[in-house]
C-alpha cells in the first residue's frame, strides 16, 4: 500500500477515534476508566499488524510465492477493508473497566471502530473509482456520494438491530464465544455493501463489476 494511501485511511481512523470518544462525556470516561491504549504510535502498530495479516491471507489463499513475491499478489479494497477490520480487533484502540453497568456504546466502542473503518475504506474507494472514471455521469456519482457521506446499508425488521449495529454485534459477540474472524466471509459482506450501493447510485440492479483502482490494490 502507497503510504500516501495508508495516511489517508489512518486520517479516516483518527476521526473515528474521536467521534467514539465523543459520545462519553469526562464523568462517564473516569467512571469506566475509559481511554485511549496507545499514543502517537498506534498508526505504526495498526499498519504493523495490518501488513502481517494481509501477507498471511496472500500466503494462504493466493498461489503460493516466496516472500519477496507477495507484492505480486494483490488484494482488493474488500479485502484491505477486512484486514484493517481484523488489525483494529487484534489491537484495539480503547481500554476501560468492565462492569454490569456499562454503556453497551462503550462497550462495543472497539468493534464500532473496527466496522466503521472498514466501510470507510469502502466509501473511499468507491469515491476515487468514480473520480477516476472517463464518463462524465461516473464522475457526478462521486459527489453524490461525498454528499451524502457515508454508504447506504439495507433496512431492516422493527424486530431487528439496524443493519450497521447487527454487523457490530456480530463482531463482538464472535470474539466473546472465541469464534475466530472469518476474513474471507467479512470481505465478501463489504463486496455486498459495496455493490448495494453502486446500485442505488447507478440506479441499476445489474451492476457491472469494476476493477479497483490502484490507490486501493495491495
Known amino acids: 500500500m502507497k503510504p500516501e494511501t495508508f495516511n489517508y485511511i489512518w486520517s479516516q481512523v483518527e476521526k473515528s477515534i474521536g467521534k467514539i470518544e465523543s459520545k462519553f462525556t469526562d464523568d462517564m470516561k473516569l467512571k469506566w476508566k475509559f481511554e485511549r491504549a496507545y499514543g502517537r504510535e498506534y498508526s505504526d502498530i495498526i499498519k504493523t499488524e495490518y501488513e502481517a495479516i494481509r501477507d498471511h491471507l496472500k500466503q494462504r489463499c493466493y498461489k503460493k510465492v516466496s516472500d519477496d513475491e507477495l507484492d505480486d499478489n494483490k488484494i482488493d479494497q474488500h479485502k484491505i477493508a477486512a484486514c484493517f477490520c481484523y488489525a483494529l480487533l487484534c489491537k484495539k484502540a480503547f481500554v476501560f473497566e468492565m462492569n454490569d453497568d456499562i454503556p453497551a456504546d462503550m462497550l462495543l466502542s472497539n468493534y464500532m471502530l473496527a466496522y466503521s473503518v472498514s466501510l470507510q475504506i469502502i466509501y473511499l474507494c468507491l469515491i ?91
Open 128 to 218: 476515487d473509482l468514480y473520480l477516476c472514471s472517463e464518463q462524465r455521469e461516473k464522475k457526478k456519482l462521486a459527489t453524490d456520494l461525498q454528499q451524502h457521506g457515508s454508504l447506504w446499508v439495507p433496512d431492516t425488521t422493527t424486530t431487528h438491530d439496524q443493519y450497521n449495529l447487527g454487523r457490530v454485534k456480530t463482531l463482538a459477540l464472535n470474539e466473546y464465544h472465541n469464534i475466530s474472524f472469518d476474513l474471507l466471509t467479512y470481505a465478501d459482506m463489504m463486496y455486498w455493501i459495496e455493490h448495494y450501493n453502486r446500485q442505488i447510485l447507478e440506479n441499476n440492479p445489474f451492476v457491472d463489476a469494476i476493477n479497483p483502482s490502484a490507490n486501493f490494490q495491495d
